[in-house]
């Protein structure tokens, strides 16, 4: 079992997300939470590329303890010293040299022959040893580069000192296999390979960095290179979190370890995405708010029964709170059930939950997910609800700038189902008016409140509505994401309550067929 190396690139390679720059007090913050995270490498900057970019690396070599401060440079001199001159005060210094290895990026970028950019990277690594003894030596776009030119290019870095030799796929070019292969071909066949670390940096153009860096670590790879939520250039960088999880997880497969405080994963990545300003997508492995949450039937009733049955690990080894039931139109009557149970609502009657269980499917038909403070509304509204004389069947209006607000209301009562329409001042006005014309019930209507339960624009719309009635004062309260139908419900929970307490009402005279 190998201990592979987490080298952490977020504030290099991260920041190189389009749309990213990070402050030096940003850079810290962030660089002393990799610390907490334990990570083996932090690839702090590039020093040669800014002012801002040299301080960031200089105060974090300075204040941050634990990990390897690592810089990047370029196979030029003035890159190096610069790059040896911010790490002067770190506890433990890398120097990070790299070059190109493609015929593509020879003759396109570089501009130079073979032979030349082995001498540049030999002198460069020498130049680097001078300062300190760990350096990495990187040559870009290695998934499309001749074999033979890689292996007399690495041998060459690790003759001249080289402690570290990585293979990037810069362009996120390779296959799993393919990139494995590379590795087995290089570590077999460069001179020296037996005495250094062998690295991945893989890119995710094709979605496949995180299982490019896997094959390789399978291949004999040592160290990963990677980001926090996979940021960098593109596509991204293999995401750390995913990388850490599944060599965690995995165990019985790679049989290798990390160093990485777990626990620490969802803090960090929270943090970079904050000061990033870049959005975690919610099904994002390991830290997406998707990652732990359950909202199908099927997989809720497993979860409940043994939480194995569809998590692979638990959220509290990542640092989150334990996975949640997502209580959504698939979520099943268990689920329903134990939520309840956890709002404190464990004692209520079978009957009251298939009724309660029934309001909630039809609004998971609405609403993208219903909320705790949702299902508390529904249970109030259910455990005051009296004997239903009056059911709303539908309710429809038309309102704007400029036109008369029409209603029309459809309710059945057990003598058969009555319809109405009215105008009024307003929508909630004319929808009143049109349930008076059906019921024929004399009510005044006291006070009127409408409150948002939840946030969002589908939250709730909960209306109380305070009535009075040939003597009597009655309290209604009506649920709904539509506002008006809301209203409607207040004024037939009111109509309901009357019935209750006196005679049934005689039929209306206006029937629909």
């Not at 990545?269 to 039937?297: C, I, L, Q, W, Y």
């Not at 705790?372 to 309102?399: G, H, K």
């Not at 994401?481 to 409607?488: G, L, R």
Request: net charge negative.
């Amino acid at each position: 079992m190998a201990h592979i190396r987490i080298f952490d690139t977020t504030l290099r390679d991260g920041e190189q997300t389009p749309g990213v720059a990070l402050n030096t007090a940003q850079k810290i913050e962030i660089a002393k939470q990799l610390a907490r995270l334990n990570v083996d490498i932090i690839e702090a900057g590039f020093p040669i590329t800014s002012q801002g970019d040299f301080e960031a690396v200089d105060r974090i070599a300075r204040e941050v303890r634990g990990p390897t401060i690592c810089a990047l440079a370029r196979t030029a001199r003035a890159d190096i010293e610069r790059a040896a001159q911010a790490l002067e005060r770190a506890e433990r210094a890398r120097i990070h040299v790299f070059t190109s290895g493609s015929k593509i990026h020879l003759e396109h970028m570089l501009r130079k022959t073979e032979d030349e950019v082995v001498s540049a990277s030999v002198e460069s690594v020498r130049l680097a040893r001078e300062y300190t003894d760990d350096v990495e030596f990187s040559a870009q776009d290695c998934t499309r580069s001749e074999l033979e030119f890689l292996i007399r290019l690495y041998g060459e870095a690790i003759a001249a000192g080289a402690t570290t030799v990585n293979v990037p796929d810069t362009v996120g070019y390779g296959m799993p296999e393919e990139y494995a292969a590379l590795i087995r071909a290089l570590r077999e066949r460069v001179p020296g390979a037996a005495a250094v670390h062998f690295s991945t940096h893989c890119h995710d153009d094709l979605g496949l960095a995180v299982a490019n860096s896997l094959a390789a670590v399978g291949a004999g790879a040592t160290q990963v290179e990677c980001t926090l939520n996979g940021l960098g250039e593109r596509a991204g960088n293999a995401a750390l979190e995913e990388v850490v999880m599944a060599l965690e997880t995995r165990k019985d497969v790679w049989g290798h370890w990390t160093q990485i405080a777990t626990r620490e994963l969802y803090r960090s990545s929270r943090m970079v995405s904050m000061m990033t300003g870049t959005a975690v997508p919610p099904n994002k492995a390991v830290v997406g708010d998707n990652a732990f949450a359950h909202e199908s039937g099927i997989h809720q009733d497993g979860v409940i029964k043994a939480l194995e049955t569809y998590e692979i690990m638990s959220a509290e080894t990542v640092g989150r709170s334990a996975g949640v039931l997502v209580m959504g139109k698939h979520s099943g009557r268990r689920a329903f059930r134990r939520t309840l149970e956890e709002l404190g609502y464990g004692e209520l009657a079978d009957d009251t939950v298939n009724a309660l269980f029934k309001a909630f499917k039809d609004l998971a038909d609405r609403k993208s997910s219903v909320t705790s403070d949702d299902i508390r509304a529904l249970v109030e509204v259910e455990t005051a609800r009296v004997p239903q004389t009056y059911v709303l069947e539908a309710v429809q209006f038309q309102s704007g700038t400029g036109m008369t607000p029409v209603a029309t209301v459809r309710l059945s009562t057990d003598t058969g189902s009555y319809e109405e329409a009215a105008t009024g001042d307003g929508p909630v006005d004319a929808v009143y008016r049109a349930l008076e014309r059906i019921t024929q019930v004399p009510i005044a209507l006291e006070g009127y409140e409408l409150r948002s339960v939840g946030s969002g624009k589908d939250a709730l719309g909960e209306v109380t509505v305070r009535v009075s009635s040939e003597g009597r004062a009655v309290h209604g309260r009506g649920l709904s994401t539509d506002v008006v139908e809301a209203s409607a419900r207040a004024y037939v929970d009111v109509l309901n309550k009357l019935a209750a307490g006196v005679a049934r009402l005689a039929a209306p005279a206006v029937t629909t067929p």
